[in-house]
């Protein structure tokens, strides 16, 4: 029986983007059916593979998100949400392989399962950018997303309280007003896109909170204290706010998490 780390590499090393989606929700049918042995018998690659004419810059260097109505903003809107997922594929995947082995199945489960949402999120977006006229890659794209990954690759409680409970948790503060300019815009089907990705993104943010705080639990911290810790640490960026507070408690992020980091 093929190890579910041997299977996550795989994917991780698949550049194509079609190929990566479709590997990906495989890959999480695969071990809900009982198909991978627990077992980590080769190590993650450093970074995953992405499609080889993805041009790569700064952030500062990347176009800006339309709030507008036209049409360049629109793409630049767009993509970027594209980019995102696509990333965020890559970022489940890797923490199922690289820290699943000391986590348990459990962990594993709920990362491959974030990882088939993501992959559908992508499928959905570049959808949409097809039905704009465009595709994934037609515009530059950033690394920061893969670079808090990086930073974090020598701690699995370090990974939670960047990646899920610091990065998607952004999500849940920016898009709802994301989702309300599109509507306002008319975009409905848009609109229904990334009210999907919102609720899905609930959830994730949940799981990382929630394998989180047990991490805590068995080092005997304090869950808001060490995540704060862990911020300071390895975010630069700062946290701004609005904060969705409503989104962020239904995912297991209190106030008490962040309102003295702002």
């Known amino acids: 029986m093929t190890s579910v780390s041997r299977a996550i590499r795989e ?20 071990w809900r059916a009982g198909k991978l042995a627990f077992r980590f018998d080769c190590p993650m690659p450093d970074r995953p593979e992405w499609p080889s004419d993805l041009d790569l810059r700064l952030p500062r260097d990347m176009p800006r998100r339309g709030k507008g ?25 890797d923490m199922a ?10 962990f594993v489960a709920d990362f ?17 950018l097809d039905s704009l006229g465009s595709t994934y890659g037609a ?16 701690d ?12 998607e948790a952004r999500g849940l503060d920016v898009t709802p007003a994301t989702l309300e300019r599109v509507r306002a815009q008319g975009d409905e089907n848009g609109a229904k896109i990334l009210q999907r990705i919102l ?11 929630k394998h989180f705080r047990n991490i805590c639990v068995t080092r005997a911290e304090n869950p808001p204290e060490s995540w704060r810790n862990l911020v300071k640490i390895h975010f630069s960026g700062g946290l701004k706010p ?3 507070d409503s989104a962020r408690s239904a995912a297991g992020l209190s106030r008490d998490f962040y309102e003295g980091i702002v």
Do not use: C, Y
């Open 69 to 93: 109505g036209s049409e360049k903003g629109r793409l630049a809107l767009w993509h970027s949400l594209a980019h995102i997922e696509f990333v965020a594929i890559d970022l489940a995947l």
């Open 139 to 154: 515009l530059p794209a950033h690394d920061g997303l893969w670079s808090a990954a990086k930073d974090t690759a020598h």
């Open 199 to 209: 609720d899905d993104e609930i959830r994730h943010v949940a799981f990382g909170a």
């Open 242 to 244: 609005p904060f969705n």
């Open 156 to 167: 699995v409680a370090a990974r939670l309280a960047i990646v899920p409970m610091v990065l």
């Open 11 to 30: 994917v991780l090393l698949t550049g194509d983007k079609t190929a990566k989606v479709f590997a990906t929700r495989k890959l999480a049918r695969d």
């Open 97 to 106: 392989g690289r820290f699943g082995e000391s986590m348990g199945e459990g």
């Open 112 to 128: 491959l399962s974030v990882a088939a949402d993501e992959a559908m999120h992508f499928a959905l977006l570049e959808r949409k």
